[in-house]
Structures are given as C-alpha cells and as structure tokens.
C-alpha cells in the first residue's frame, strides 16, 4: 500500500490509500479538484470514499469525484447518510473495503456520530486525534472525546495517525506552554518547525510517538495533572481531558 496526502482547503489533508495496482481509497474529501488532480497523475482509479463525519470540509467533494466514477461507494458514519447515497457504518463494524478489512470505531466528540478507520497500520481518525492534539468539541463532550481517546490509545505503537489536519506545530507550541520542561516535547516542535519551513508535511504520526507528545494521551501523568492543579487522585482522568481542551480553546 502507499499512502498519499492531498493537501486542501486551508489545512485540511484528504488521504489516498493506493493499492499499487491501480485502485485506490480515498478518506475525507473536502474537495475534488487536488483529488482528481492527484488520481489523473498516480493513474489510479478510485474503489471507495471513507468519511469520518458530515462537516463540509471533510465531505465538498464527494459529489464531483462520485460524478467522474459512475458506481463509487461512499462509506461513513449514521450522520452523513442524508448527504449521499453511502453505506453507513457503526461502531466494532468490521468491513472489508478496497481488499483490506477495517475495523469502525465509534469515536464521538468532534461530531457525535464521528467514526474512525484502522486497518493495521493505518488509522483513519478524521478530526478526533491531531498530532499533539484534539479536535474541538463541537458537539459531544469532553468525557465523551476522552472515552475516544481511550479506543484509540488501545492500538499498537506503529499505528499510523492519519489526521485531517496539519495542527501539529500549534498543538506543540500549546503543549510546550503547558509542560515546558518536556524534552519530548520540545525536541518535536522543533523538527516539525522545520519540516513545515521546508513545506513538508508532519503528518502521518505514529501511536507510539503521540503517546509522548500528545497532553490529551498523558492524563494519567502526574506531572501534567499538577501543572493543572488536578493532582487529587481521586479526579477522574476525563476531567484532566476536560481542562486541557479549555485551556486549548483559550490559547
């Protein structure tokens, strides 16, 4: 499989998951043009769409690309389904799309009825998890995002994170401010500071990585529990979740 970015929109990454034989799936198209653009140059055909959530940014696109490939399926969650003609999928659904099976995770927050993609090693997570962040909770709860999370830390370090964002420098100028001690931390923002100088992507991190340098993956840290005055351990994990996505609507 080869994996491929599409920037667009103002930060937005569509994802491309080409086959090598000439198929592809594409994952949360927020507009056609760079898609068809980059499908006429790889020469590849699109098999499926994957949508994670019925925000525009991920979905502006779906019918011009379905127009040029009379019988693409679309894919996504309960809540894009008045949108397209799409086979709607639900949590701990496994399914097998483009010749791999995927696992349907339920991971609500961003959106309420928000779903992610993983077939090992790729994690499709549309606006949950961010390099070094968290989508904003525009709908659901910080308990309810936390709980996303948590689904999601469960999968193996080499995942690889395929957000739909390039938030990674600002979620690590954040995490900085919190925990500015963290050589982790720090050492990241500056190789992501100057990939991006270099035009390159930060994207897609790995689990392991983000287990690092993710605050919203380390509620259980001690150090970071302090720094927020939530040291009691009787203060349940989703409540640390809860003050950092605060502090980050503020930052």
Request: glycine share 6%.
């Amino acid at each position: 499989m080869n994996l491929i970015s599409i920037p667009a929109l103002q930060d937005n990454y569509i994802w491309m998951l080409d086959d090598q034989q000439g198929h592809c799936l594409i994952v949360d198209p927020g507009e056609a043009a760079p898609v068809l653009a980059a499908l006429k140059k790889a020469n590849l055909t699109p098999t499926a769409i994957l949508l994670t959530h019925h925000h525009h940014d991920h979905v502006g696109g779906v019918d011009e690309i379905s127009s040029h490939f009379p019988g693409l399926k679309v894919y996504g969650p309960h809540e894009t389904e008045n949108k397209f003609r799409q086979i709607s999928l639900k949590n701990g659904e496994k399914r097998v799309i483009g010749g791999m099976e995927w696992q349907i995770f339920a991971t609500p927050g961003h959106t309420l009825g928000h779903i992610s993609y993983y077939s090992a090693p790729y994690l499709f997570c549309g606006d949950t998890m961010f390099s070094a962040g968290c989508g904003r909770l525009f709908e659901g709860t910080p308990e309810q995002m936390y709980q996303s999370f948590q689904r999601l830390a469960a999968l193996p370090d080499e995942t690889l994170v395929c957000a739909a964002h390039e938030y990674t420098l600002s979620n690590l100028k954040f995490a900085r401010a919190i925990l500015p001690a963290d050589d982790d931390i720090h050492s990241h923002e500056h190789k992501v500071q100057q990939m991006r100088e270099k035009g390159q992507s930060s994207l897609p991190s790995t689990l392991g990585l983000e287990r690092k340098i993710n605050l919203f993956l380390r509620c259980d840290d001690v150090d970071l529990q302090n720094k927020l005055n939530l040291s009691d351990p009787l203060t349940p994990h989703w409540q640390v979740f809860a003050r950092l996505r605060a502090l980050k609507d503020s930052f």
